[in-house]
């Protein structure tokens, strides 16, 4: 085998890889975006944000993702890709994660935004339970409670 000949062989073998790190890449923000597509469907019905049961398995694909962004920003990875079909397939799911996440974001937003809603209503509704029945007053000094003095007709 040549030099040309190994250097040749040594560039298919790097484009093959680069493609297989790729295609796993594609796995993964598909695997990823279907999970907050999912989540965002639950969103949508009213479930608190607490409530849902996609957030550990989101959490981990994201920081999968998170780390292989990392990797090739820090150049310790690279994701050349030779072949433009494939390129374009990354990039158009590139940008469906980042549509369902910025959807996401803006659900979970609304979803904690009800949720404190909802818990200041408990809060008042306590308040208010607690004002009703306590023997003091907003000054803190024990408040004159109404007294009913009725007269009796009968004397």
């Known amino acids: 085998m040549t030099a040309a000949q190994a250097k040749s062989q040594a560039t298919r073998t790097n484009a093959a890889n680069g493609d297989i790190r790729i295609k796993s890449l594609i796995t993964l923000i598909d695997t ?64 469906k994660l980042r549509t369902a996440m910025d959807e996401n974001l803006v659900r979970l937003r609304a979803a904690i935004e009800a949720s404190n809603r909802r818990i200041e209503a408990v809060m008042q509704a306590i308040r208010e339970q607690i004002a009703a029945v306590s023997p003091y007053g907003a000054s803190g000094r024990l408040a004159a409670r109404a007294v009913s003095s009725g007269t009796s007709r009968s004397a």
């Open 32 to 95: 990823l975006t279907a999970l907050v597509a999912e989540e965002n469907a639950e969103l949508a019905m009213g479930l608190p944000a607490s409530r849902l049961k996609q957030v550990d398995e989101k959490n981990q694909l994201a920081e999968m993702f998170e780390r292989t962004v990392a990797e090739c920003a820090g150049g310790t990875t690279s994701l050349n890709v030779h072949d433009r079909i494939l390129r374009e397939q990354l990039m158009e799911r590139i940008l």
